[in-house]
């Protein structure tokens, strides 16, 4: 394998663009830009999977288990391997030695090298992300499969970048006056600190889990990946391709595999406390991440949970602009992103804005409006909105009338390919900010299709109301739109204290629902919505230790 | 103040020193190099503390507190300032903004002040350490002066480059084909994650109270200083000139506060759970590290705790060096430093030497000559011994004589110039490694002039029990001797495994309790003694938080 040839070049770039943060992406985000047969390919593999066994050949299979279904209806009908921890583990540690000894380089490369085989196969992966997550075709392509491979980059190169700070060897010297000086000779090794768990989420199971599993991988790490129930077939095909390219390369293939479990096993709680497991990566519930935070105590835990993120609306020079991206922001996979703003916090008294003032009232009619437009034809509705990935978030959604007087309802919508997939427009409801008992409302994530337009005193109470909603619930995003530099200020202020990652007065192509790899952070680290961010120093560090050996020179 | 003409050369070298990790130190160790008159003026500074109230001009000061008794004898007599903590936390947030807005060049050459500060009044500091850890004067001169402040350094120059790793500000710029590009204007901030409490040791104040102070306040964090109450008075000065250099650089004086608690209101344990707390740093017993991971759930915890250290001896080409370098390991300090060597592991049949063969009676009667001789001229022995830090060192001690064969019994040995000093000689304990029940003795860390030298069946005996060791009790040090390129190997690589940090071969002027900054690692941070190692990027990275601010071009 040209491991140094192919990648080499490739993992500069990445260097170089975790440096500057600019644009950058090695990965084709057009469908087209993988070949003329690969939409066709991509479709006969993914239907090949179906109905199959899918074997990984790993130590310690003792049952195969599996139930995924589409939420766009079809079953998978797809058997995974159920594992024996006390065969699987021991069997995934034999592998660290040599993982080791082949130095961050050349881990690096290999990771670029699965990174470079599942990309080419990013068709069959939106498949599979499509039919796990509930994702659009396009967004499950791209959010599914370059967007995601990127993360995982930027992850190999913050964790190769990280290991080699310290060189492999040094020689000292101190000056002893008249006499010799004193001589030493150390060698600085990179030691993964054993094998890394990833739990893994329904609606973004490589965008989300990629991070993780590279960067531990990098850093020395066998990596044991348990996905959610719901969505196996992204991470299992991940770790097929893995397992593939780390025997070719002449490392062990277990230094990577798949924990599946059975219906109501929970066995991500029995890993979490496993001796040998010292590191996890975890996605979903703030109820589990807390107690994996509490209770996974041999291990380093990087969780990322709910957070309820805000829109403060001050005021704007292009009204029509903020509708429309905020319009966007809301339908996009109906709302299931951890990033999908919940509550925008609106003056009483209303807004100035390009096209004069605006009322309350008017700005959230106009909003609803904006929705209504962009979701108003049904298959570029289906386009945009994909299907509601699990029956939780759908009885949120028809909860969520009860919740205030509605500004805008929700619409179901027929997909005519998937008639049994459950479609569903946004709901946005109003709420009065200033009555207290609307406060348990909003001030809790409503995961899914909804949002509150909360009627505030003053854009001062909404900084107030923004800053005790981050320091107390969390947030991966906040934004603002505002004209005035006191208030943009103000707004930034706030989240500089309370660590919240802001977009301040977005009317175009960019969502602040999206963030690009290599440039943006994913949440930030500093608030209970997660303890890590996509991706920085922190995310990889801890992941190995150096251990020096000094010789008498 | 000068602060970029007078440091920024400096911190180059620094940021130069951690890339190559090669011999450097800015800060000298002979006491002839500050100056003629500093000896003499330090003695004099420190004297006229003694019996005073030590005055900060902190907010919320409820009481004054304090009971110093030297090891060496005298009643340091000083009083402190108590805290009220809900008037001295919201203070110290509050100089949190400006301190963020400075960024991490100024923060950087702010510390650099500091350190600058305390390194001219090195002599004064020297008194103070000397006199509440026992360390003999030299040692407090060296290891409480230069090498703290080496550390300090250190931890401000990887603060520095991990918070720059990421740009203040990028353009990005994603081409669209055919359309315009979206473009966005980015900023990144670093901001501090809240108050950093510093809960410092009895035994090293400075040296293992500098990293976590430094690297604390360097990425934007307040930090409260708790002192052990035995070893005040080096961290009060510290506080006392960090304020005055904050002050005069136009900071918030009460970005560094101390916290000084009345006897046995185990003020640590209140503080480490305060919300406002973010960061602790801890040096100390396992029991109460243990304490902090487990409840200080809002705050990054890092902790160097207790271990086993162990020697391999399994050959060597140089017996006399070897012996001459352990007696010295074991007598410096009287053994009360974390990174002394415990357990002697030497075959019963004996080792080869460059003596000829040595049986394990020969080498622990060797050893122990070795040790006698070294100490053998009182004067020599107070110069390196110090004397006992508190009671239960010597309670330890006493109870050695009854844990096994006593193959070297310790001294009394007198201090004329302080006659109520306890200074002793180290005592070495025969054990049988076979014997089940000599196990639970050598395997807990018995802190003091203590060490056993066990009798193992063979050096793969011997490696097994130090994975174990390490494993289960954690190591600061690892130390071997060894002619065989195979059991160099073997050894290496139960240290990778266990990441511990091993010295080979040691028998000239560099010991293996001793590391030196910018250069060794204190320990591994990835075994039970520490879960941090000292200075690298994972002690700094998660101190503070990279906030973006995303606006549309």
Same mark, same amino acid.
């Given at each position: 394998?040209?491991?140094?040839?192919?990648?080499? @070049?490739?993992?500069?770039?990445?260097?170089?663009? &975790?440096?500057?943060?600019?644009?950058?992406?090695? +990965?084709?985000?057009h @469908?087209?830009?993988?070949?003329?047969?690969?939409?066709?390919?991509?479709?006969?593999?993914?239907? =090949?999977?179906?109905?199959?066994?899918?074997?990984?050949?790993?130590?310690?299979?003792?049952?195969?288990?599996?139930?995924?279904?589409?939420?766009?209806?079809?079953?998978?009908?797809?058997?995974?391997?159920?594992?024996?921890l006390?065969?699987?583990?021991?069997?995934m540690r =034999?592998?660290?030695?040599?993982?080791?000894?082949?130095?961050?380089?050349?881990?690096?490369?290999?990771?670029?090298?699965?990174?470079?085989?599942?990309?080419?196969?990013?068709?069959?992966?939106?498949?599979?992300?499509m039919?796990?997550?509930?994702?659009?075709?396009?967004?499950?392509?791209?959010?599914?499969?370059? +967007?995601?491979?990127?993360?995982?980059?930027?992850?190999?190169?913050?964790?190769?970048?990280?290991?080699?700070?310290?060189?492999?060897?040094?020689?000292?010297s !101190? @000056?002893?006056? !008249?006499?010799?000086?004193?001589?030493?000779?150390?060698?600085?090794?990179?030691?993964?600190?054993? &094998?890394?768990?990833?739990?893994?989420?329904?609606?973004?199971?490589?965008?989300?889990?990629?991070?993780?599993?590279?960067?531990s991988?990098?850093?020395?790490?066998?990596?044991?990946? /348990?996905?959610?129930?719901?969505?196996?077939?992204?991470?299992?095909?991940?770790?097929?391709?893995?397992?593939?390219?780390?025997?070719?390369?002449?490392?062990?293939?277990?230094?990577?595999?798949?924990?599946?479990?059975?219906?109501?096993?929970?066995?991500?709680?029995?890993?979490?406390?496993?001796?040998?497991?010292?590191?996890?990566?975890?996605?979903?519930?703030?109820?589990? #991440?807390?107690?994996?935070?509490?209770n996974?105590?041999? $291990?380093?835990?990087?969780?990322? !949970?709910? #957070?309820?993120?805000?829109?403060?609306v001050?005021?704007?020079?292009?009204?029509?602009?903020?509708?429309?991206?905020?319009?966007?922001?809301?339908?996009?996979?109906?709302?299931?992103?951890?990033?999908?703003?919940?509550?925008?916090? &609106?003056?009483?008294?209303?807004?100035?804005?390009?096209?004069?003032? /605006?009322?309350?009232?008017e700005?959230?009619?106009?909003?609803?409006?904006?929705?209504? #437009?962009?979701?108003?034809?049904?298959a570029?509705?289906?386009?945009?909105?994909?299907a509601?990935?699990?029956?939780?978030? /759908?009885g949120?959604?028809?909860?969520?009338?009860?919740l205030?007087?509605?500004?805008?309802?929700?619409? /179901?919508i027929?997909?005519?390919?998937?008639?049994?997939?459950?479609?569903?427009?946004?709901?946005?409801? !109003?709420?009065?900010?200033?009555?207290?008992?609307?406060? $348990?409302?909003?001030?809790?994530?409503?995961?899914?299709?909804?949002?509150?337009?909360?009627?505030?005193?003053?854009?001062?109470?909404?900084?107030?109301?923004?800053?005790?909603?981050?320091?107390?619930?969390?947030?991966?995003t906040?934004?603002?739109?505002?004209?005035?530099?006191?208030?943009?200020r103000?707004i930034?202020?706030?989240?500089?204290?309370?660590?919240?990652?802001?977009?301040?007065?977005?009317?175009?192509?960019?969502?602040?629902?999206?963030?690009?790899?290599?440039?943006?952070?994913?949440?930030?680290?500093?608030?209970?919505?997660?303890?890590?961010?996509?991706?920085?120093?922190a995310?990889?560090?801890?992941?190995?230790?150096?251990?020096?050996?000094r010789r008498?020179?």
């Amino acid at each position: 394998m040209q491991l140094t040839e192919t990648h080499r @070049p490739t993992l500069d770039q990445a260097l170089e663009a &975790i440096r500057t943060r600019a644009y950058w992406s090695p +990965h084709p985000e057009h @469908p087209k830009a993988y070949g003329e047969s690969a939409p066709a390919d991509g479709l006969a593999a993914f239907e =090949a999977l179906r109905g199959t066994r899918f074997d990984l050949d790993q130590p310690g299979t003792d049952d195969w288990t599996g139930g995924e279904v589409s939420p766009y209806g079809p079953e998978l009908g797809i058997e995974y391997p159920h594992p024996d921890l006390d065969v699987l583990l021991p069997a995934m540690r =034999a592998g660290m030695a040599g993982w080791r000894e082949a130095g961050p380089e050349t881990r690096a490369l290999v990771c670029l090298e699965i990174l470079s085989r599942i990309s080419a196969r990013t068709h069959e992966f939106a498949h599979a992300v499509m039919h796990t997550s509930g994702q659009a075709f396009m967004m499950a392509f791209q959010a599914g499969g370059p +967007h995601a491979q990127d993360r995982g980059m930027e992850a190999v190169a913050y964790a190769y970048a990280e290991q080699v700070r310290t060189p492999a060897a040094a020689d000292w010297s !101190k @000056p002893q006056g !008249k006499r010799d000086p004193l001589e030493l000779r150390k060698t600085f090794t990179t030691a993964g600190r054993g &094998i890394s768990l990833l739990i893994g989420c329904n609606t973004f199971p490589t965008w989300n889990g990629y991070p993780g599993l590279f960067a531990s991988l990098a850093t020395g790490n066998p990596v044991l990946v /348990k996905p959610h129930p719901r969505a196996v077939l992204p991470l299992a095909l991940t770790v097929r391709v893995a397992r593939e390219v780390l025997a070719e390369a002449g490392f062990d293939p277990n230094l990577v595999a798949l924990a599946v479990e059975r219906p109501g096993e929970g066995i991500a709680k029995t890993l979490a406390v496993r001796p040998e497991i010292k590191i996890i990566d975890y996605t979903g519930s703030t109820a589990f #991440g807390d107690w994996l935070e509490a209770n996974a105590r041999q $291990a380093q835990v990087y969780t990322e !949970k709910a #957070g309820v993120n805000t829109v403060v609306v001050d005021s704007t020079d292009n009204y029509k602009g903020m509708l429309s991206n905020l319009a966007f922001s809301l339908s996009l996979y109906s709302g299931q992103m951890c990033t999908t703003p919940q509550n925008f916090l &609106i003056p009483r008294d209303g807004i100035t804005t390009d096209a004069g003032h /605006k009322s309350y009232d008017e700005v959230v009619g106009d909003l609803a409006a904006s929705v209504g #437009g962009l979701l108003g034809d049904d298959a570029r509705a289906n386009a945009l909105l994909g299907a509601l990935v699990n029956p939780d978030v /759908k009885g949120r959604l028809d909860g969520a009338a009860g919740l205030g007087e509605v500004a805008l309802p929700s619409r /179901k919508i027929t997909n005519p390919e998937f008639p049994n997939a459950v479609v569903r427009t946004p709901v946005i409801v !109003k709420l009065d900010g200033a009555k207290p008992d609307t406060e $348990a409302v909003y001030l809790t994530e409503c995961f899914g299709p909804v949002s509150f337009a909360v009627a505030v005193d003053s854009t001062a109470d909404s900084l107030e109301l923004l800053r005790r909603t981050v320091r107390d619930q969390g947030a991966m995003t906040v934004g603002a739109y505002t004209t005035s530099a006191e208030t943009e200020r103000a707004i930034e202020d706030v989240c500089l204290d309370e660590s919240a990652q802001l977009s301040l007065n977005l009317t175009g192509g960019v969502y602040v629902n999206q963030t690009a790899a290599f440039s943006d952070f994913h949440g930030s680290g500093g608030n209970p919505a997660a303890n890590a961010a996509l991706c920085d120093g922190a995310f990889v560090s801890n992941r190995f230790r150096v251990v020096e050996v000094r010789r008498q020179a």
